[in-house]
């Protein structure tokens, strides 16, 4: 490969026709792209299927986002379209230099897309449950929303760039290793936004026990204050029936 230049390589997207002319490079690399049926579980479906009984838009007065849902999930779309674009670049290349190795970048990419396609749904909050204004809850969650997007917009900079002006082979590793850090951090923040929803679950849990223990104590409180209320009024009763007798049975 010493000598050879990527960029002399053609960087555009290939037709299915040019694709599979690649034969067996073409068709053994299946990078597991997501079909339909792959999808990522919808929280905001719960509600509908009778599971965790969630409207998404419940909690958008009381909680402020960092970014509009929408806004993530257009530069999830943008970045999911780039990412398609390399994979197809990589089998490219892999073609032209009749190097396969260079192909298997596509697995990476592959890692990318799954993590870039679950945030809008990890993103979701799972519950109607918000934490007060002061919990670090929030100020947390709203610096993973700023992560996240300032992260995507990294990496679509970063594949346009190389799509645009591949490096020299030279150069190609350390391309090679940014993708595999987009990878990381993706699946980092995907990691970091589930935890967040089960610290919030966990948050909703911890109140309810208190409001169930307050409840308690209150229906506790009413029981003895009924029961010391039978007690007089039995003693009261008393008190009388032996008042009449004295009276009927003066000594």
Known sequence: ???????????SVRSNDELSSLGDLDDGLNFGRNTP?????????????????CDAD???????????PDEVQDLVNDATTYTSRLIEFFIHIAA?????????NGYVCTAI???????????????????????????????????????????????D??????????????????LHSFAEKFSDLNSKFEASNDKIRLMELCENYEKMKLLHL????????????????????????QQRQQQRHPT
């Open 96 to 104: 032209e230099l009749n190097t396969p190795d260079i192909a298997k």
């Open 161 to 178: 760039h190389l799509l645009r002006k591949p490096p020299r082979v030279e150069k190609f590793q350390s391309e090679i290793n940014k």
């Open 1 to 11: 490969m010493n000598g050879l230049d990527i960029t002399a390589t053609r960087t």
């Open 58 to 68: 419940a909690h958008e007065s009381v909680y402020a986002h960092a970014y509009d």
């Open 218 to 241: 209150e229906e506790q409180r009413l029981r003895e204050s009924i029961r010391a209320d039978r007690v007089a009024r039995k003693n009261e009763r008393a008190l009388i029936r």
């Open 37 to 53: 049926t792959d999808a990522p579980h919808d929280p905001r479906n719960d509600a509908e299927t009778g599971g965790n009984e």
């Open 113 to 159: 897309d799954e993590s870039l396609k679950a945030i809008p749904y990890t993103m979701v909050i799972p519950t109607k449950f918000v934490p007060p204004e002061e919990s670090s809850w929030r100020t947390k969650r709203q610096a993973l929303e700023v992560s996240i997007c300032k992260n995507i917009r990294k990496y679509i900079r970063f594949s």
